[in-house]
C-alpha cells in the first residue's frame, strides 16, 4: 500500500516537473537513507509509514531549516511545489547575505594584506590589468584574481600594486 501511494506521489510531482528519486531500498533502514540524501544535498524528504497510511499523512522534511512537518496526502504536491520556491529563495537569501558580509572593498596594498589575512573572504580591488602583476600578487599574498564582475560599476582609481590607472575594481580571493 505505501509503494503505490508513494507511486502515484511521484508521478503527480513528475507532472508538474519536479525531480523525484522514489527509494524504496528495503536493504537500508529509513534513518540511513535520510542521511544519505541529506548529504547528496536533496532539497526535500517525503516519507510515508504505516501509521501515515491511516492518517492519510506524509511527513515532509525541509534540508535548509531542517524543519519536519505532517502534511495531508491530498496536498503534498501543493505543498512540495511551494515549498520548493522558499527553500530556493531561502538558499539565494543566505548566499546573499554571506558574500555581502565576507566582500570587503580596499583601496591600498597594505589595507589588502591585512583584509587578506585577518578577515578572508573575497576582496575588491582596483588592478592595472596586467598578468605581471596578477602574478605578483599571487607570489607574494596567494590571493588571486576570482573574477572580474560582470555588472560591475567603471569606477577610476589606482592599482593596489603598481599604483597605475585602473577602470573597476576585480575580485581577489584566497
Given at each position: 500500500?505505501?509503494?503505490?501511494?508513494?507511486?502515484?506521489?511521484?508521478?503527480?510531482?513528475?507532472?508538474?516537473?519536479?525531480?523525484?528519486?522514489?527509494?524504496?531500498?528495503?536493504?537500508h533502514k529509513p534513518g540511513w537513507?535520510?542521511?544519505?540524501?541529506?548529504?547528496?544535498?536533496?532539497?526535500?524528504?517525503?516519507?510515508?509509514?504505516?501509521?501515515?497510511?491511516?492518517?492519510?499523512?506524509?511527513?515532509?522534511?525541509?534540508?535548509?531549516?531542517?524543519?519536519?512537518?505532517?502534511?495531508?496526502?491530498?496536498?503534498?504536491v501543493n505543498h512540495v511545489e511551494?515549498?520548493?520556491?522558499?527553500?530556493?529563495?531561502?538558499?539565494?537569501?543566505?548566499?546573499?547575505?554571506?558574500?555581502?558580509?565576507?566582500?570587503?572593498?580596499?583601496?591600498?596594498?597594505?589595507?589588502?594584506?591585512?583584509?587578506?589575512?585577518?578577515?578572508?573572504?573575497?576582496?575588491?580591488?582596483?588592478?592595472?590589468?596586467?598578468?605581471?602583476?596578477?602574478?605578483?600578487?599571487?607570489?607574494?599574498?596567494?590571493?588571486?584574481?576570482?573574477?572580474?564582475?560582470?555588472?560591475?560599476?567603471?569606477?577610476?582609481?589606482?592599482?593596489?600594486?603598481?599604483?597605475?590607472?585602473?577602470?573597476?575594481?576585480?575580485?581577489?580571493?584566497?
Open positions: 500500500q505505501i509503494a503505490e501511494k508513494a507511486e502515484l506521489i511521484r508521478k503527480a510531482l513528475e507532472e508538474k516537473g519536479i525531480t523525484v528519486k522514489y527509494d524504496d531500498r528495503d536493504t537513507k535520510f542521511n544519505e540524501y541529506e548529504f547528496k544535498g536533496v532539497p526535500v524528504r517525503i516519507a510515508i509509514g504505516p501509521r501515515d497510511m491511516e492518517n492519510e499523512t506524509a511527513e515532509i522534511a525541509r534540508r535548509d531549516t531542517l524543519e519536519k512537518f505532517t502534511c495531508k496526502q491530498s496536498r503534498i511551494q515549498l520548493l520556491e522558499q527553500i530556493q529563495s531561502n538558499l539565494f537569501k543566505k548566499a546573499s547575505l554571506f558574500k555581502e558580509k565576507n566582500t570587503h572593498s580596499v583601496d591600498t596594498y597594505e589595507e589588502f594584506k591585512q583584509v587578506l589575512e585577518e578577515k578572508g573572504g573575497f576582496i575588491l580591488a582596483h588592478w592595472d590589468g596586467t598578468v605581471e602583476t596578477e602574478l605578483k600578487i599571487k607570489e607574494e599574498t596567494k590571493a588571486t584574481i576570482r573574477c572580474l564582475p560582470l555588472d560591475n560599476k567603471t569606477e577610476k582609481g589606482r592599482c593596489i600594486y603598481t599604483m597605475k590607472q585602473s577602470k573597476q575594481r576585480v575580485i581577489f580571493a584566497k
